[in-house]
């Protein structure tokens, strides 16, 4: 009857839905025998609708508080206690949201419900303890009234000190017994428990005095030993800290402090409570000036100490470390450290609280460090302060840097612990620079016995030593190496070649001190020019004007600032011209493997030097051609200059360049191959480096290059090639709404080009293209009219070209643009019709390249994007599959495979004409046969489909201008057995030479060709097989086999 009246006022609470309620409540409560269902069905209908109800104008304050008295008497009740946790937890529920529509502003209004509450916190049951917890921190939240959070902070505080006084007489009684009993465990003091978890969510709620007064309850719980307490009460001092500001009272913090500090003494405590204490202790001694100075200091020692204690041990050492760091981090004040007015008495300035955390941690430290060798999270926490310290790091840890030195001296091998080491000596190198080093550690040679010490310092100061001076070099490096070269005959000797490769950290140069070493057949020769280059990149890198290395995108770490940065540039440029003469005399001198390094230093120093310097220089070395010497000593000179050219262009003047650019049209012009390959590449350099001089020359460049003959040699048909790269963009980009004469001549050579006989030069042409295709895709804002739309239109353009060389050419093409981006044939609807129209061709190459586009297509679309594609396709793709000859059924049963595998294969049938459903049913069971029969080849198909589909597209797009390598492009020239009718057809990849296999017979006919497979009259017939060469694309191998 209840239920129905208040569902029945449910929608119109105000009409008389809460007096129903309450009479609901009142008559359950008031019967004698009660009924556990109904009481059941009660509080799970009142726990949804109540929460429900507007606060304002919902449930009266009279009403509310006379509910409230209600639901008390029945959770609480007797004849309650056969109800289940939900109905409990119901129940609790309901009495929470009642108690926010009481009288907030009056104790006496909310206090028996309150009290309640904070009564069911304990209980032993989850469910309604987790509840009752929620609707004590809402109701308290709630309050308003300074009186009425007083009375509630008091009836928590009051109930939260008598369940610890029952705990903490319980601990003291087992300590007293010495039973290790855990008498916590049982069901009656699990309350206490509970009890300090609710006082942690009302933390943030309560008054200060009374969270102090809890602090007092709770130091009472801490002891140097273990409890079942122990991890609670310090989750509740850690919120406590975590809601107080630096510099507020806090009771009894000297006792608590002694406390942590002597618990975290105790080895047998576990290991997650010490970090707990420690970083409570540490909040402590952040927040509170505890006691006076020296108990401080102690307390701080005694953190640091227990916490690198830890680092010994495997299982703690990470986080042990981590804490050192971060304790490192907090507490050191660098710039109050690297005063000059404090750096020199530091260590005995007890005022210093940054200098006493300091000596703490080196003392701690080099205990952990007397163990034996340490592990790497001891090193990472050393190394951290080495690089934190700077410079100040030798007056503090001098003692550490020895100790360190005697574990590398007894180091060997190749180990991660020497690797560790190392690092962490980098450090030091990085921190206080290789002259204070080596005035602790110094490197020497007992001519004597021939023993050297420290010399292990060598490889470690050519790895991590930069911005050192020149001067200290010449003092005190080469000597050291000219004692060693004087043992050269001795096992010392090659230590001499390690130590003069220390000249790449000192960079303030002096010309008098290098050039005498820069000749032919110098020592130093090869150290000075990758020094040179280090230096010169790494200071460049600094300042933000070098991106073009991988050693200067990721520079080493440097002890010094901009401000060095550029002071050494200035110091390098000083002396740059003098270099640079010196490197170029030695450039024609030496030979090819050395000229290599030795360029590519005249190309760094040419970045600092000034352009009038570079042109003078380059031309005294162009006159060395006119002595009167023999025709192949000019002409290996000429290419000489030009490779000198090519290393100077990327910061020489105009006018220079236009020098240069006339000598490459003489050498151009000759007809030694080798001379060209160097115009080409020196040309590339320039169109590479300015593109002014591509515009200002863009139309004399058009007439020298296609006035040429393409090279036959791979490497100078890449030169040239990577040249129209250049030019072909500059020309879409300048030509977008005119004709593009000279790019479609261009790019007609490349196109050509991908038919070539030569497997390499089809590579070349591939690579370029593909290069193109990457560089427009990414400057192009939009695909729509701009440049990357242009390229690929003007690829289409020769779709209908005048021979099948072409066109099948252009197919190839758009196939490696497919490939790269599959989404253009979406943005260029006319793409794929026009690709389509092709297969009514009767030109049997022409057809080959379409059916390895379709097959490139449906390797690379979406699923969803192939749907759009499946009709047109379909419609001119089945009638192949009645031709065998040159395998097109063939060709067309694995495109099918593919688009059923991608699309399904209900999708494909059903787009089917009826003609076709014969075949594509065919082709549908043996797929399911060599699924089902052929477990293994399955799976390698699969495979391989998976390499090729285009699950993730940075996989394909090339990862360097253009260079486009085997296992990206998938390919269809491989040719099968004639009688192989039950091979798997799997999705095949093809290579850089296209779609078409080259054949003179393919080449003389436009129309109809013979098949290679039909038998000759003399009774022979041509059989083909596959070898792999060198390069690993298949190749065809012919013979003729007389039938016996």
Not at 62 to 82: Q, S
Request: aromatic content about 6%; glycine content about 4%.
């Amino acid at each position: 009857m209840w239920l129905g009246i208040t569902l029945e006022h449910a929608n119109t609470w105000e009409g008389g839905g809460e007096r129903a309620t309450i009479d609901a409540l009142s008559s359950t409560s008031a019967s004698a025998d009660v009924d556990v269902d109904a009481v059941s069905a009660l509080s799970s209908f009142l726990s949804i609708v109540l929460p429900l109800v507007e606060k304002k104008g919902g449930i009266g304050k009279e009403k509310a508080g006379e509910a409230v008295e209600i639901v008390v008497g029945m959770v609480v009740g007797r004849k309650c206690e056969g109800l289940s946790v939900s109905s409990v937890r119901g129940l609790v529920k309901c009495l929470g949201v009642l108690l926010e529509f009481c009288d907030l502003e009056d104790w006496e209004s909310v206090k028996l419900g309150f009290e309640t509450l904070l009564k069911f916190s304990v209980d032993k049951r989850p469910k309604v303890r987790k509840c009752a917890q929620e609707c004590v921190v809402k109701v308290f939240k709630s309050f308003q009234s300074p009186l009425v959070i007083k009375m509630a902070s008091k009836m928590v505080l009051k109930s939260f000190k008598a369940y610890m006084s029952s705990a903490v007489k319980t601990m003291a009684s087992s300590s007293a017994d010495g039973s290790k009993d855990d008498n916590l465990s049982k069901c009656e003091h699990l309350e206490v428990l509970h009890m300090i978890n609710l006082l942690k969510f009302l933390v943030p709620c309560l008054p200060s005095e009374v969270v102090s007064k809890a602090v007092v309850e709770l130091e009472k719980a801490i002891s140097s030993k273990f409890s079942p307490l122990t991890r609670h009460v310090f989750d509740v001092l850690e919120e406590i800290l975590r809601f107080l500001e630096a510099g507020s009272t806090f009771p009894d913090t000297v006792k608590i402090v002694t406390t942590l500090a002597s618990y975290m003494s105790k080895k047998q405590n576990p290991v997650d409570t010490v970090f707990s204490a420690a970083a409570l202790l540490d909040n402590f001694l952040s927040k509170f000036q505890v006691g006076d100075t020296d108990k401080w200091n102690r307390h701080y020692s005694l953190i640091i100490g227990s916490i690198a204690g830890l680092l010994t041990s495997e299982a703690t050492a990470a986080k042990a470390s981590n804490i050192l760091k971060e304790m490192i981090n907090r507490h050191i004040d660098v710039d109050f450290l690297s005063s000059s007015e404090t750096i020199s008495t530091d260590v005995n300035n007890v005022e210093s609280k940054e200098s006493r955390i300091l000596k703490s941690v080196c003392d701690a430290l080099l205990k952990v460090l007397s163990r034996g060798i340490p592990n790497e999270h001891t090193l990472a926490v050393i190394s951290e302060l080495f690089i934190k310290l700077g410079k100040s790091s030798h007056v503090y840890m001098e003692s550490i840097l020895l100790k360190l030195a005697t574990f590398m001296t007894v180091a060997s091998g190749n180990t991660p612990d020497l690797k560790h080491l190392q690092e962490c000596m980098g450090s030091a190198v990085i921190a206080i620079g290789p002259e204070t080093l080596l005035a602790v550690l110094p490197i020497s040679l007992d001519a004597k016995d021939q023993t050297c010490s420290n010399v292990w310092l060598i490889p470690i100061l050519k790895d991590y030593a930069t911005g050192s001076s020149l001067g200290f070099f010449i003092e005190s490096i080469v000597p050291l190496a000219e004692s060693f070269q004087e043992a050269c005959q001795k096992a010392v000797g090659r230590e001499y070649n390690f130590i003069m490769e220390l000249i790449c950290p000192f960079c303030q140069l002096k010309t008098k001190v290098l050039i005498p070493h820069i000749r032919k057949d110098a020592i130093m020769l090869e150290h000075i020019a990758i020094a040179l280059q280090l230096l010169v990149k790494q200071n460049r890198s600094f300042l933000g004007t070098d991106q073009g290395d991988d050693a200067v995108s990721n520079p080493p770490k440097t002890s010094y600032s901009k401000k060095t940065a550029t002071k050494n540039i200035k110091a390098l440029a000083s002396c740059s011209e003098a270099l640079l003469k010196a490197f170029t005399k030695v450039f024609f001198k030496v030979s090819p493997k050395k000229r290599a390094f030795i360029k590519d230093t005249i190309g760094c120093l040419a970045l600092i030097t000034d352009s009038s310097a570079i042109k003078r220089i380059f031309l005294s070395s162009v006159k060395r051609l006119e002595h009167k010497v023999s025709v192949d000593k000019v002409n290996a000179k000429r290419c000489l200059i030009l490779e000198l050219a090519s290393s100077i262009v990327g910061a020489a003047s105009m006018d220079l360049i236009d020098l240069i650019y006339n000598f490459i049209k003489q050498s151009l012009q000759e007809e030694d191959k080798n001379i060209q390959l160097a115009a080409y590449a020196t040309l590339y350099k320039i169109l590479e480096g300015s593109s002014e001089f591509c515009s200002s020359k863009f139309e004399d460049l058009m007439d020298l290059l296609l006035g040429l003959t393409s090279p036959v040699d791979e490497t100078s048909l890449r030169w040239r090639f990577s040249c129209f790269r250049n030019l072909l963009i500059h020309s879409i980009e300048i030509t977008l709404d005119g004709e593009n004469t000279h790019g479609f001549r261009m790019l007609n050579e490349i196109i050509v080009t991908l038919k070539d006989a030569k497997e390499e030069n089809r590579k070349v042409a591939y690579d370029i293209l593909l290069g193109m295709s990457s560089s427009l895709q990414k400057t192009s804002a939009s695909i729509e009219k701009g440049p990357y739309y242009e390229f690929v239109s003007m690829i289409m353009g020769y779709l209908s070209g005048s021979s099948p060389q072409i066109k099948s050419g252009a197919v190839s093409a758009l196939s490696l643009v497919i490939y790269n981006d599959s989404k253009i044939c979406t943005l260029l609807p006319d793409l794929l019709p026009s690709i389509l129209e092709l297969l009514h061709s009767k030109a049997i190459e022409v057809i080959k390249a379409v059916l390895g586009f379709l097959k490139v297509l449906a390797l690379s679309l979406q699923a969803k994007d192939m749907q759009n594609f499946l009709p047109d396709i379909l419609s001119k793709l089945l009638p192949w599959s009645s031709v065998s000859r040159h395998h097109f059924k063939s060709k067309v049963t694995v495109i099918l495979e593919i688009m059923m595998r991608k699309c399904g294969s209900a999708s494909v049938k059903s787009l089917v004409p009826e003609k076709y459903r014969d075949f594509v049913k065919d082709v549908l069971e043996n797929r399911q046969n060599k699924t089902s029969s052929h477990e293994g080849v399955s799976t390698e198909t699969d495979a391989e489909l998976s390499e090729t589909a285009p699950k993730s597209r940075q996989d394909r797009n090339p990862k360097t201008g253009g260079r486009f390598t085997k296992k990206e492009y998938p390919t269809d020239n491989r040719k099968r057995k004639w009688d192989d009718k039950n091979s798997s057809h799997k999705p095949r990849k093809f290579s850089h030479g296209g779609n078409n296999v080259h054949r003179k017979k393919e080449e003389k006919h436009s129309g109809h060709a013979k098949s290679t497979d039909r038998p000759s009259q003399g009774g022979k017939r041509k059989n083909t097989n596959f070898k792999r060469d060198d390069s690993g694309v298949k190749r065809q191998k012919q013979w003729t086999k007389s039938n016996k």
